[in-house]
């Protein structure tokens, strides 16, 4: 496709999967109730696959270890799975099989067999749904070795991220946000490189490192600092491993100042990560001290007035990048 079309996320990434599956017979589609006769998932993300490419797209028992361990294998006999798990709080399920299997097997084998398998999964606050369904828990697997992790915060990045990932060789986590699913946006259905973060928003007096959600709470937060005159660039990861340092660098060395914000929780975050080597690499060029926002260090609470307070707003990144200015 080379025309732009407005689409949301849930329909960028359903037609990432469809147009993957109609380029190579090898890419598989397997998860709870992702068939049509589940009505394509629990958010309809992969409805009218099964229609279009029968017993390539597989609805599972409830079974996260079953999902992954079927996806692991398909993988070694030469197809490329994309196989859903439905909530990211779930993925500790299978995490022996993520982390030991899909993860090291290149390793383990020498380099002679890859593992290119897709997990998605979604995530998020915003409809109460508790402590057991909302974490973000992508440092974790940052933290491993051999796997990619991705979290588009558009549905152009949607759709060329998920073409990307299933082209890869290796194991890559697909992260996506339930409450931006049905926010709409211009959809240009290129790919969109691994590893490569986006200028979101330019500016010259702070930058705002984030990715998924809190990309969309950095560019409201930039519109309410431009009235105070404050100029704020955003920097959208896209992808958390391997992060673009470059990009970050370059931006945060212009500015002179970085908040990295996620909405996972902010101790052992990623964000500590990103914070750190900025500080490694700008040490004496930055105008202020890196400033790290994340969840607070708790389970997700149920309650709506304490699950709004969870997270980083637009606000809280507003009030980090005037600490910084001022400082």
């Known amino acids: 496709m080379s025309e732009v079309k407005q689409l949301n996320v849930v329909q960028a990434i359903n037609q990432a999967l469809h147009d993957a599956m109609a380029a190579d017979p090898k890419v598989l589609v397997l998860g709870e109730e992702v068939g049509d006769k589940q009505e394509g998932g629990v958010m309809g993300v992969t409805k009218g696959l099964s229609t279009a490419f029968g017993e390539r797209v597989r609805s599972t028992p409830i079974s996260e270890q079953a999902i992954i361990g079927a996806a692991i294998g398909a993988s070694l006999g030469g197809y ?15 995490m022996d099989m993520i982390t030991n299997h899909a993860a090291k097997l290149r390793f383990m084998s020498g380099g002679q067999t890859n593992v290119p398998i897709v997990i998605r999964t979604m995530t998020g606050v915003g409809f109460s749904t508790g402590g057991q369904h909302s974490d973000y828990l992508e440092a974790w697997f940052a933290h491993t070795a051999g796997i990619k992790v991705v979290a588009p915060s558009n549905p152009d990045d949607a759709y060329g991220l998920m073409r990307a990932a299933i082209e890869d060789d290796d194991p890559v986590l697909f992260i996506e946000n339930l409450p931006t699913y049905w926010t709409p946006g211009p959809v240009s259905f290129q790919k969109v490189k691994l590893g490569q973060a986006k200028v979101a ?127």
């Open 201 to 327: 928003l330019e500016g010259t007096d702070a930058t705002v490192v984030a990715h998924s959600r809190m990309v969309v709470e950095a560019l409201a937060a930039a519109k309410t600092l431009a009235t105070e005159g404050i100029s704020l660039e955003v920097v959208d990861l896209r992808t958390i491993s391997p992060w673009d340092r470059a990009t970050v660098l370059a931006s945060a060395a212009k500015t002179g100042r970085a908040v990295v914000v996620h909405e996972a929780v902010k101790q052992f975050g990623i964000g500590a990560e990103i914070a750190a080597v900025i500080g490694e690499e700008l040490w004496g060029k930055l105008k202020a001290p890196v400033q790290r926002l994340g969840g607070a260090f708790a389970p997700v609470p149920f309650s709506r007035p304490l699950e709004a307070a969870f997270a980083p707003t637009a606000a809280d990144i507003a009030a980090a990048v005037r600490k910084a200015v001022t400082a």
């Open 80 to 94: 490329r799975p994309v196989a859903e798990i439905m909530l990211m709080n779930f993925i500790a399920v299978p």
